[in-house]
């Protein structure tokens, strides 16, 4: 049974960082791409960022280009999204998802499992 397990959010103020972590378990994660994705009350859930397997390539949402960095280090089967400059509209629960039979995609039903979520949130 595959686990991803969110971790690293919390409250900051507007202009302020935070590490978020997704650990993997029961399934070889350094074959998997990985994508984050964040949903703020009210809204639909939105991609973030994703990583494929090898960490060689990354792609992020406009909304979120230059201020956050995701990475990953397959031997502690850990991804790492990186968020600073955060404003208040990255207010949000923060999911990681993972996929082994396909590539990374902007597309929830792309992945194969979830995470429960961490939540982050923005005070201005």
């Known amino acids: 049974q595959v686990q991803l397990v969110e971790s690293g959010g919390g409250l900051v103020q507007a202009g302020g960082s935070l590490r978020l972590s997704c650990a993997a378990s029961g399934r070889t994660f350094s074959s998997a791409d990985i994508g984050w994705f964040r949903q703020a009350p009210g809204k639909e859930r939105e991609f973030v960022v994703a990583?494929?397997?090898?960490?060689?390539?990354?792609y992020y949402a406009d909304s979120v280009k230059g201020r956050f960095t995701v990475s990953r280090d397959n031997a502690k089967n850990t991804v790492y999204l990186q968020m600073n400059s955060l404003k208040p509209e990255d207010t949000a629960l923060y999911y990681c998802a993972a996929t082994w039979g396909s590539s990374w995609s902007v597309l929830e039903d792309e992945y194969d499992y979830w995470g429960q979520g961490t939540q982050v949130t923005v005070s201005p």
């Open positions: 990583i494929t397997w090898s960490g060689n390539s990354t």
